[in-house]
């Protein structure tokens, strides 16, 4: 069949699809509903559905008051008898497949359950939706006369007790069908290599000469394959490389900090970026429009979503919230109930809703990865606007940076201190703490209020990156591979001493 042909059936097919997008941005709250009525009704005769009585729960006030909220910490021996082959613990399908994640900085690892339904109704429904969203805005796509590449985790399944474990991309490529082999690269076998100096290799080998449409993986990952594809090319642009190269399918971390870094490695004008949100827990939210950092919250994929304020996260006034209680441009937190058996858990991200009709969110952070040792409650999505709004103005390639508080000594006020690594080095002619500092106080007015006159903060103090730092950083902590994550923000000094000290 000629590949046009395919292309034009492919789209025709996913397009189909935006029917059923449509119903649920018309009745939101309604699609919700019953999506958390048949979650309970399909647990309840697991030890979960019994013991909170899930036959008597029958609107969302009795779950409310009957399930409590669940950290990963307080479910975790609930899912350890599941990976040692326990069935009808907290979901009533066999749960066969555990996404292992390790979060940032914390080295104990999470093992999240991946249901059938999950990998179905979830995960693979919103890689169609991402393609259908992105056709229905962009007609005249060629998308599948190519291949996409894919960058995943560098951990392959591993087998105990019957059941398996490895990064969410390594069981999602171990469970696609054959055919779907087809339209991506590399094999699925370079895919799923664990030693990720191997693999790069092995990737640049099978891709160089492929007709690659689109990109798809992490943003910092993806940036050092690109890199490494012009060296062995000698191409200048990627653009020259893959002249045909139309989308970056990008998510994992906030794409602001890397933007003005691919515009200049990719070098083509009619590029487009579509941003997802999506973690092992679930797929939460798509890329609606183009040239847009807005995210259409997915209410079908078997998920149902509550929310509690981060203005009193934590604390004694804390309340949770369903969806059709959500106000515009306040941070939240989320909590997911989903249909691989998680409860009321908390996946530790913050969202802020940026429309309510329908439902659009951009992600803002973490519960724990925010800034706040002198009240100035500094979030990630500050920051990350204030790398965007250098980059852009002063021409800056920025690598990776980090953050933390310099705490106050006797008479010393505090101060925020930036680990920077660019690609090059910014010109002599720019004040980094200075211009770093002025778009901090006019993105947050508390930071701004501890700034004034000095009052309380100094200036923040900024250290420029020796190449490398953040790699050599993340080998040795063992975190090479497309999922892992640099912690952007911090109340203590930890993860910026271990950087300080290899920068020495």
Known sequence: MPIPLINS???????KRMHQIELFIKYPNEVQNDILLNLVKSAKETFIGQKFDFKSINNYEDFSERVPVFSYEEFADKIDLARK????????SKIKW??????????????IPVSNESLEDCHYAAGKDLLCMYLNNNPNSQLFTGKSLRLGGSKSPYEKNGTFYGDLSAILIDNMPFWAEFSSTPSNKTSLMNDWNY??????????????TSLAGVPSWMLVLLNKILEKSNKEYISEQWPNLEVYFHGGVSFKPYLNQYKSLINSESMKYYEIYNASEGFF??????????????????????????????????????LSEVKKDINYAILITTNAGLWRYKIGDTVKFTSLNPYKIIVSGRTKHYINVFGEEVIIENTDNVINKISSKYNLEIVDYTVAPVFMQKNKKGAHQWFIEFKNNPPKNVNLAEIIDKELKSENSDYDAKRYN????????????KKGVFMKWLEMNNKIGGQNKIPRLSNERKFIDSLIELNC
Do not use: C, H, R
């Open 285 to 322: 939210a798509i890329q609606y429009e183009n040239d847009s950092n807005e995210l259409l919250l997915m209410l079908d994929y078997g998920i149902f979503y509550e929310f509690i304020s981060m203005k009193n996260y934590g604390t004694k006034d804390e309340k949770i919230i369903p």
């Open 98 to 111: 555990f996404a292992k994640s390790s979060g940032t900085t914390n080295a104990k690892s999470k093992f």
């Open 85 to 92: 082959g326990e069935n009808n613990i907290f979901w009533s």
């Open 9 to 15: 059936i492919a789209s025709w097919f996913l397009k």
């Open 199 to 212: 693999k790069i290799d092995a990737i640049i080998n099978e891709t160089l000469n492929e007709n690659v």
């Open 454 to 465: 000095n009052f309380t903060l100094k200036k923040p103090e900024i250290i420029v990156s």
